[in-house]
């Protein structure tokens, strides 16, 4: 009865690097959505996929940031040339059936840019 | 645009009172709403949930009341528990994909 599941929790990366996020979500679950977040802040949509589409990628920036959910394997949110704002809370969630049902989410990848 | 917000930033109740979490928001399009609960270094966990459709929904020690008049939502914790201390977030959604999140409530549980 695994949850949604990231790694890794805790990624450390240099400006300029490149940054991979995976999520696997609920058992059953085809609907995934990542979600960005800053200290003592709210979450920021920013992608939602279902399995080989894009959904809805309006909240994420156009520039350095990719996101994928393919056929086989968890979602990845890539970041090329990270950059020191990036740093932050990354979050995954999954939903059994779209944006009109409740989302679970996992534990977050937090990253930090040096 | 979509705007969610939290009346106060933080609230401090004693054990075995109730709290209760207030949240605004601003697109009168909104017909689902979510309320989590964030513990420092997790993942928002979810709580309960309500559709327009709907001024009040209870779940075990929860209650959520929507009032859409106002455009104000409120989460409602009976007999608060330490374990009750967490950031609570609401989310909204309208008839696009995404939810918009408050900044968030911390409470804290005095023993």
């Known amino acids: 009865n695994a949850g949604v599941m990231q790694n890794p929790r805790h990624l450390v990366r240099r400006r300029g690097q490149e940054a991979r996020l995976r999520c696997s979500p609920m058992?059953?679950?085809?609907?995934v959505y990542w979600y960005r977040q800053l200290p003592e802040e709210g979450l920021k949509f920013m992608v939602y996929l279902q399995k080989e589409n894009i959904i809805d990628e309006s909240g994420m920036p156009k520039e350095r940031f990719s996101a994928e959910f393919p056929k086989e394997g968890p979602s990845i949110l890539r970041i090329q040339q990270v950059v020191r704002g990036d740093s932050a809370a990354y979050f995954c969630a999954s939903s059994l059936s779209g944006a009109n049902y409740e989302q679970y989410f996992g534990p977050g990848t937090r990253l930090t840019v040096t | 645009g979509e705007s969610v917000g939290l009346h106060l930033p933080t609230l401090s109740v004693q054990e075995g009172d109730n709290s209760i979490i207030n949240c605004a928001y601003s697109n009168s399009a909104s017909d689902y709403f979510i309320w989590y609960k964030q513990e420092s270094g997790k993942g928002p966990q979810f709580i309960i949930d309500?559709?327009?459709?709907?001024d009040k929904r209870q779940g075990q020690r929860v209650t959520v009341l929507l009032n859409k008049t106002v455009k104000h939502l409120s989460l409602q914790i009976a007999a608060t528990q330490p374990g009750d201390s967490a950031v609570y977030f609401c989310?909204?959604?309208?008839?696009?994909?995404?939810?918009?999140f408050g900044t968030g409530t911390s409470l804290t549980v005095i023993p």
């Open positions: 989310a909204d959604k309208n008839t696009g994909n995404q939810f918009y």
């Open positions: 058992k059953g679950h085809s609907h």
């Open positions: 309500i559709r327009s459709n709907m």
